[in-house]
Nanobody
Framework: QVQLVESGGGLVETGGSLTLSCTMS??????MGWFRQAPGKDREFVAT????????DYADSVKGRFTASRDNAKKTVYLQMNSLKPEDTAVYYC?????????????????WGQGTQVTVSS
């Protein structure tokens, strides 16, 4: 059984920063991903990081602003979000991926957190 617990969402002004955390219990997956879903929109890929080696990949919309990191000992991944924009407003989900593949494909992620709201005011 794998459980993912997220924290760190909130309300921030444009240009501000937030850090999301996601702690995993149970088995360790191959990698972790961050996705987000804004009201009325499909869920979209944000970032991913592997547990071994810390290899990362990002959506073009967040490159240079968001940074994924992990603490293997704590089984926790982080998403540092800087220079936030109103269009970053969404519910953010962490997810566990058990195999390699197209990192933005949500079907590769077997485990999902409950989501945490991020709201960026203009």
């Amino acid at each position: 059984q794998v459980q993912l617990v997220e924290s760190g969402g909130g309300l921030v002004e444009t240009g501000g920063s937030l850090t999301l955390s996601c702690t995993m219990s149970g088995r360790t997956t191959y990698a972790m991903g961050w996705f987000r879903q804004a009201p009325g929109k499909d869920r979209e890929f944000v970032a991913t990081i592997t547990w071994i080696g810390g290899s990362t990949d990002y959506a073009d919309s967040v490159k240079g602003r968001f940074t994924a990191s992990r603490d293997n000992a704590k089984k926790t991944v982080y998403l540092q979000m800087n220079s936030l924009k109103p269009e970053d407003t969404a519910v953010y989900y962490c997810a566990g991926r058990v195999r390699t593949g197209k990192v933005a494909d949500s079907s590769l992620y077997s485990y999902w957190g409950q989501g945490t709201q991020v709201t960026v005011s203009s």
